[in-house]
């Protein structure tokens, strides 16, 4: 043996080391995001969680760039992606709402999907499929990619503001009550006039509006096929 080559290991592994799996790891992940955001996870924290080394992630995953990109390709891997049926408007308004179903299981994550360059089967399924749909519509594929880009940004932005913004709004009678009167007292008479509708949140409403605006602009810039 080369007197430069490490030692094999003896003994025991570490503690923990031997339930270590890429599932295990994505759910400490998402663990550490759910409790404090994005930005708390790291080796560190998600081994933490774990219960073993930090240097024993690194058998599975890339860093903390890797532990990111895991868990968007298990949310956008976990979309039920329903079958097209012709329908331009019907198709993307389908896949729109299953993607709220997967990423809602996250809603902390969701904004991963944004920034992550994924590769993986499972990751580029929903791009596919948007892209068919898009494809059959008339849409070139520089225009398509645009929108795209577009519809997702769209969609993530209208799933963080429901997951942040409808705790705080609540639905019951006295919050709703207590919102329209701060609103009332900002002597600003838009806000005044529109007061009623600014105190009420409803999650359902507010995503299916953003699905059917997005739409709408998207079709605004179909080809003759849209």
Same mark, same amino acid.
């Given at each position: *043996?080369?007197?430069?080559?490490?030692?094999? $290991?003896?003994?025991? +592994?570490?503690?923990?080391?031997?339930?270590?799996?890429?599932?295990?790891?994505?759910?400490?992940?998402?663990?550490?995001?759910?409790?404090?955001?994005?930005?708390?996870?790291? *080796?560190?924290?998600?081994?933490?969680?774990?219960?073993?080394?930090?240097?024993?992630?690194?058998?599975?995953?890339?860093?903390?760039?890797?532990?990111?990109? /895991?868990?968007?390709? $298990?949310?956008?891997?976990?979309?039920?992606?329903?079958?097209?049926?012709?329908?331009?408007?019907?198709?993307?308004?389908?896949?729109?709402? &299953?993607?709220?179903?997967?990423?809602?299981?996250?809603?902390?994550?969701?904004?991963?999907?944004?920034?992550?360059?994924?590769?993986?089967?499972?990751?580029?399924?929903?791009?596919?499929?948007?892209?068919?749909?898009?494809?059959?519509?008339?849409?070139? +594929?520089?225009?398509?990619?645009?929108?795209? $880009?577009?519809?997702?940004? /769209?969609?993530?932005?209208?799933?963080?503001?429901?997951?942040?913004?409808?705790?705080?709004?609540?639905?019951?009678?006295?919050?709703?009550?207590?919102? $329209? &009167?701060?609103?009332?007292?900002?002597?600003?008479?838009?806000?005044?006039?529109?007061?009623?509708?600014?105190?009420?949140?409803?999650?359902?409403?507010?995503?299916?509006?953003?699905?059917?605006?997005?739409?709408?602009?998207? *079709?605004?810039?179909?080809?003759?096929?849209?």
């Amino acid at each position: *043996m080369n007197s430069t080559e490490p030692a094999p $290991r003896r003994g025991r +592994p570490p503690k923990g080391a031997s339930r270590l799996s890429r599932d295990a790891i994505v759910a400490a992940t998402l663990a550490v995001i759910g409790g404090e955001g994005v930005a708390a996870v790291s *080796m560190r924290t998600v081994a933490k969680v774990l219960g073993v080394d930090p240097k024993s992630l690194y058998n599975h995953v890339d860093g903390k760039e890797g532990l990111l990109d /895991a868990v968007a390709e $298990r949310i956008l891997g976990a979309i039920e992606l329903p079958a097209p049926g012709g329908d331009t408007r019907d198709d993307l308004r389908r896949i729109a709402h &299953a993607f709220r179903a997967s990423a809602f299981a996250h809603p902390e994550a969701a904004s991963l999907v944004l920034t992550r360059r994924l590769g993986s089967t499972a990751a580029l399924a929903p791009t596919d499929a948007v892209l068919r749909v898009l494809a059959a519509a008339g849409f070139p +594929p520089d225009r398509a990619v645009h929108v795209l $880009r577009f519809l997702l940004a /769209a969609l993530t932005g209208a799933l963080l503001r429901e997951h942040q913004a409808a705790p705080d709004f609540g639905t019951e009678a006295t919050a709703v009550d207590a919102r $329209r &009167a701060v609103l009332d007292s900002a002597a600003l008479p838009a806000v005044a006039a529109a007061a009623d509708h600014l105190a009420r949140f409803d999650r359902d409403a507010e995503f299916a509006f953003t699905v059917e605006a997005a739409i709408d602009a998207v *079709m605004v810039q179909a080809g003759p096929a849209g």
